[in-house]
T-cell receptor, first 111, second 116 residues
Framework: KQEVTQIPAALSVPEGENLVLNCSFT??????LQWFRQDPGKGLTSLLL?????REQTSGRLNASLDKSSGRSTLYIAASQPGDSATYLC??????????FGKGTMLLVSP | SAVISQKPSRDICQRGTSLTIQCQVD?????MFWYRQQPGQSLTLIAT?????????ESGFVIDKFPISRPNLTFSTLTVSNMSPEDSSIYLC?????????????FGAGTRLSVL
C-alpha cells in the first residue's frame, strides 16, 4: 500500500526566504507526482505535475524535483511571499488513477 | 483544464440525517472521484464514479453509507447517509480531465460538513 509522508508538517518563514518542502513515498511504481496547494474554502489547486520519467518541473518561482528510485520529491519555493501561505500537498498517482496524498505542509510566510 | 462546481460549500447537519453533495463539471469527463479529508488528515479516496456503471469503493467505504450517482458525463452526487459526528469532514470531488489518461486531476472547492 502506497504511503506518502510530508516534512515538515508546518513551516513559518519571513518573506523573501527560499524554502524546501519534502515529500517521500514508499512504492516507487508511480505514474506521476503532483504538488497541490490548498487554501481554506477554495479546494485544491494543482501546482506542478512530474511524470515518472521526468526529473523536475518548473513554474515561475516553483521548482519540483522527483527521484523516483529513492521515493522522494522536493518542492522549492524561491523568494517566498505572504501570498504563498497555504497548505501544500504532495500526491502520487499509482494503480488505476489512484491518488495517494500526504498530510501536507502548512506554510506561513510573514511580511 | 476543468472547472468544477460543488454544492453545498458547507453545511451543518443533525445526527441521523443524510446530505447529498453535487458535483458539476464544465466538460465531459470519464472518471470522477470523491475524496474525504478529515480534520488534520490527508485526502482519502472514497470511490471512483464512471458514467453508466456502479461506483467503485475503496476499502473502508460502502455504498450504503456513501451512495453515489453518475447520471451523465458532467455530473455526480455523493450522499452521506445516517450521519454521525465522525462524518464531519471536507468532501471533495475531482476529475481526471483527459478521460483516463494519467493527467492532472482537478478538484472542486469542497463541501465542509459538520455533524452535530
Amino acid at each position: 500500500k502506497q504511503e506518502v509522508t510530508q516534512i515538515p508538517a508546518a513551516l513559518s518563514v519571513p518573506e523573501g526566504e527560499n524554502l524546501v518542502l519534502n515529500c517521500s513515498f514508499t512504492d516507487s511504481a508511480i505514474y506521476n507526482l503532483q504538488w497541490f496547494r490548498q487554501d481554506p474554502g477554495k479546494g485544491l489547486t494543482s501546482l506542478l505535475l512530474i511524470q515518472s520519467s521526468q526529473r523536475e518541473q518548473t513554474s515561475g518561482r516553483l521548482n519540483a524535483s522527483l527521484d523516483k528510485s529513492s521515493g522522494r520529491s522536493t518542492l522549492y519555493i524561491a523568494a517566498s511571499q505572504p501570498g504563498d501561505s497555504a497548505t501544500y500537498l504532495c500526491a502520487v498517482l499509482s494503480g488505476y488513477s489512484t491518488l495517494t496524498f500526504g498530510k501536507g505542509t502548512m506554510l506561513l510566510v510573514s511580511p | 483544464s476543468a472547472v468544477i462546481s460543488q454544492k453545498p460549500s458547507r453545511d451543518i447537519c443533525q445526527r441521523g440525517t443524510s446530505l447529498t453533495i453535487q458535483c458539476q463539471v464544465d466538460s465531459q469527463v470519464t472518471m470522477m472521484f470523491w475524496y474525504r479529508q478529515q480534520p488534520g488528515q490527508s485526502l482519502t479516496l472514497i470511490a471512483t464514479a464512471n458514467q453508466g456503471s456502479e461506483a467503485t469503493y475503496e476499502s473502508g467505504f460502502v455504498i450504503d453509507k456513501f451512495p453515489i450517482s453518475r447520471p451523465n458525463l458532467t455530473f455526480s452526487t455523493l450522499t452521506v447517509s445516517n450521519m454521525s459526528p465522525e462524518d464531519s469532514s471536507i468532501y471533495l470531488c475531482s476529475v481526471e480531465a483527459s478521460g483516463g489518461v494519467r493527467d492532472i486531476q482537478y478538484f472542486g472547492a469542497g463541501t465542509r460538513l459538520s455533524v452535530l
